[in-house]
């Protein structure tokens, strides 16, 4: 039983493996790398150029960059929505290094306060309004080894169907950045896996 399980586990894991090697490699210039499922594509203009077309591998110089769901850029497959989103914002002073700070159960309490009070202050946006219908609290993980601030919520505009987000923060001296996914929920079956293959991709160099 035990021989068994352990060839299961490594039959699943050379079908994650496999279902990836034809994911574009997007090198995020000179600080990190992602793989970038099938099913998506980037946002227009983002592209800086193509490095091998025949490993797609892509590299793109931008503070922010978009995937969204393969169609979208030719005015097609609006029916459904699903987004990677990544961001990098500067700061004037030296961030904290999560990998080597101790973080307390007070810092997390601040953490989560300082989030959700940035969600709750966009979603009364009057221009694009939008409801909180669940908060999950902030915590640290890792990814790849490095650790981050992850935090996630439900949120609904204008009657529209509930969409899931879930960010991974990472500090990196007087860099934040920010990796965001988002997906309807009525179509996770759909985009949930992908989204979160595409993060367990995430390195920071």
């Given at each position: 039983?035990?021989?068994?399980?352990?060839?299961?586990?490594?039959?699943?894991?050379?079908?994650?493996?496999?279902?990836?090697?034809?994911?574009?490699?997007?090198?995020?210039?000179?600080?990190?790398?992602?793989?970038?499922?099938?099913?998506?594509?980037?946002?227009?203009?983002?592209?800086?150029?193509?490095i091998d077309y025949q490993k797609r591998h892509f590299?793109?110089?931008?503070?922010?960059?978009?995937?969204?769901?393969?169609?979208?850029?030719?005015?097609k497959n609006l029916d459904?929505?699903?987004?990677?989103?990544?961001?990098?914002?500067?700061?004037?002073?030296?961030?904290?290094?999560?990998?080597?700070?101790?973080?307390?159960?007070?810092?997390?309490?601040?953490?989560?306060?300082?989030?959700?009070?940035?969600?709750?202050?966009?979603?009364?946006?009057?221009?694009?309004?939008?409801?909180?219908?669940?908060?999950?609290?902030?915590?640290?993980?890792?990814?790849?080894?490095?650790?981050?601030?992850?935090?996630?919520?439900?949120?609904?505009?204008?009657?529209?169907?509930?969409?899931?987000?879930?960010?991974?923060?990472?500090?990196?001296?007087?860099?934040?950045?920010?990796?965001?996914?988002?997906?309807?929920?009525?179509?996770?079956?759909?985009?949930?896996?992908?989204?979160?293959?595409?993060?367990?991709?995430?390195?920071?160099?």
């Open positions: 039983m035990k021989k068994y399980i352990i060839f299961t586990i490594a039959v699943l894991l050379f079908q994650v493996s496999f279902s990836q090697e034809n994911w574009d490699k997007i090198d995020l210039g000179n600080w990190g790398e992602i793989k970038m499922p099938s099913t998506l594509e980037v946002q227009s203009g983002n592209y800086k150029n193509i590299s793109v110089d931008a503070e922010r960059i978009v995937f969204q769901q393969k169609g979208v850029n030719d005015g459904t929505y699903a987004r990677i989103i990544i961001r990098t914002d500067f700061a004037s002073e030296t961030l904290p290094d999560l990998n080597t700070i101790e973080i307390t159960s007070g810092d997390l309490t601040d953490l989560n306060e300082m989030y959700k009070s940035q969600v709750y202050e966009v979603a009364n946006n009057p221009t694009y309004p939008a409801k909180i219908i669940r908060w999950n609290g902030v915590k640290i993980v890792s990814l790849n080894g490095n650790k981050s601030i992850n935090y996630s919520y439900v949120r609904q505009m204008n009657g529209k169907p509930q969409t899931y987000s879930e960010f991974y923060v990472f500090w990196n001296e007087n860099r934040q950045h920010t990796l965001n996914i988002e997906y309807r929920i009525k179509d996770s079956e759909k985009w949930k896996s992908d989204l979160e293959k595409s993060v367990e991709t995430f390195k920071l160099e």
